[in-house]
């Protein structure tokens, strides 16, 4: 019966074969990895606090640029045309019929 480490034509048990170094190298490797496996937690733990924070931030600012949509609307009907008359109306002022006017860009004068 033959081991299986001689199946594969090794001397000795392939435990035996690493030397001593590729050990330590092994265990440095994996103190590396965990060490990063805990900054990525590390930093995810705080991230999820800052994140919340920026989705509160964009919700005021989503808010806040509705009600400047709506003020303005509201601005423009007030200053309508129709709006602008309506107030002039409401104030006394009274619409005159026919207009007359002299352009000035035309040089008339005018009798006395």
């Known amino acids: 019966m033959t081991r299986p480490h001689q199946r594969f034509g090794f001397k000795e048990h392939i435990s035996k074969q690493l030397p001593k170094g ?3 190298w092994a265990l440095f490797v994996m103190a590396f990895w965990i060490g990063l496996a805990g900054i990525y937690v590390s930093q995810v733990t705080h991230a999820a606090p800052r994140s919340d924070k ?19 609307d509201t601005a423009a009907r007030q200053s ?29 004068f005018v009798r006395r």
Do not use: C
């Not at 920026?54 to 303005?72: F, G, K, W």
């Not at 309508?80 to 409401?90: D, F, I, N, P, Q």
């Open 80 to 108: 309508s045309m129709y709006a602008l008359t309506e107030r002039a109306k409401g104030l006394g002022f009274v619409e005159v019929q026919d207009p007359q006017f002299i352009n000035p860009a035309s040089h008339a």
């Open 54 to 72: 920026l989705q509160t931030l964009e919700r005021q600012i989503a808010e806040l640029e509705r009600d400047v949509t709506a003020m303005e």
């Open 22 to 24: 590729a050990l330590a």
